[in-house]
């Protein structure tokens, strides 16, 4: 079986990247798949917390120049790397030429909801991937019913689609640990925490208005993620200014930070216009966080009754499920218990057995 792993030399790895190594893990450790990755040319391997768990083999083309033969000329094919496989795996919406069954990993479309948000050659490219994967993929990996549901909406076979949710890794995290990476960034008081890539889609605007509500507080902003595209960042942290409210942009972090930030958060907040899954809420409900997060999308599905769920473009509603959080230690404390239980219910192992699931419907 091959499986594309190029995101995870991507300069923003995201969801993609994090979704494919904890289901490439769980794959190797079940030892019945013959796996191997496929990725563009680099003179490097990945960072270190995106090291890959099966062996790599790299096409002759920079990434650049193969997604854009991947969709334009429909080559280099995966074989080139592999020689034959039985299945092709294509885990984002890069869409390889191959002559084996391909399964596609959509994890969203929403770019399809608002054309705006992506940059221009963003759009090209996932509109072309879309095209490609409805018309090669024999089946469609979906992390949820919302995307499931977008999927049958611009066209997909609904009896192609198959739902595979992600599962989450929980490191365990000390008091001491969380202690000691508040001191490291100097979080002295409470502090609301946002995971995720700045970009239009994730809502900044929504937050930043909703904790500008809050002025006057003891308490901080969090930002962890790296620069996306179509945001300017310091233009809406300028809103906080004279709040009282302290700012933190700590830009993109390890994994392996992300544990002691989570459960020392006084709540997260995650209010996303659209997800194909959210995995920044599940990450933060295993580490008992309790969470704010959207209704209408895919984070109420993941969050289900556990978390508050917020029309996210109502920002004076953000703004007042965050105070309930933030003055009702009882209700904090039962959403960080609830949250951890609805976590422990999503698992890499049934990932993996969904995934392969999907490879043995098509492998000869």
Not at 91 to 114: G, N, Q, S, W
Request: hydrophobic content about 45%; proline content about 9%.
């Amino acid at each position: 079986m091959a499986v594309t792993v190029e995101q995870c030399w991507h300069r923003v790895p995201g969801g993609t990247a994090t979704s494919t190594l904890g289901t490439l893990r769980a794959l190797a450790a079940r030892g019945d798949l013959d796996l191997v990755g496929v990725a563009a040319r680099h003179p490097e391997p990945p960072p270190a917390a995106f090291t890959l768990p099966i062996p790599v083999q790299h096409l002759p083309l920079p990434r650049p120049a193969l997604y854009e033969a991947w969709h334009a000329l429909r080559w280099p094919s995966i074989e080139r790397a592999t020689g034959p496989v039985d299945v092709v795996h294509a885990t984002a919406i890069a869409v390889p030429p191959t002559k084996a069954p391909l399964v596609m990993t959509i994890h969203d479309l929403a770019f399809l909801a608002d054309p705006t948000q992506p940059t221009r050659h963003g759009l090209r490219f996932f509109t072309r991937g879309t095209e490609l994967a409805r018309r090669h993929a024999r089946l469609v990996l979906v992390p949820s019913e919302a995307t499931a549901a977008e999927c049958r909406e611009h066209g997909f076979d609904a009896d192609r689609i198959r739902l595979v949710p992600w599962g989450v890794d929980v490191a365990p995290v000390t008091e001491e640990q969380v202690a000691a990476a508040r001191r490291r960034r100097g979080l002295e008081r409470p502090y609301v925490l946002f995971v995720g890539t700045m970009e239009p889609r994730k809502n900044l605007r929504g937050l930043i208005d909703a904790m500008a509500r809050l002025a006057g507080r003891e308490l901080d902003l969090v930002l962890v993620g790296p620069e996306g595209w179509n945001e300017d960042v310091a233009a809406l942290l300028g809103r906080l200014s004279g709040t009282g409210i302290g700012v933190h942009a700590l830009g993109f972090l390890p994994p392996d930070d992300l544990p002691p930030l989570y459960a020392g958060c006084a709540a997260f907040c995650f209010p996303s216009l659209r997800e194909g899954f959210g995995m920044p809420v599940l990450e933060a409900m295993a580490h008992g966080a309790p969470v704010v997060t959207s209704s209408g999308t895919a984070t109420a599905e993941i969050a289900g009754d556990d978390a508050l769920l917020v029309d996210p473009e109502d920002h004076e509603a953000l703004a007042v499920a965050l105070a309930r959080i933030l003055d009702d230690g009882a209700l904090a404390d039962d959403l960080r218990a609830r949250g951890r239980a609805r976590a422990a219910t999503f698992t890499w192992e049934r990932t993996a057995e969904l995934t392969a699931a999907a490879y043995a419907e098509l492998a000869p």
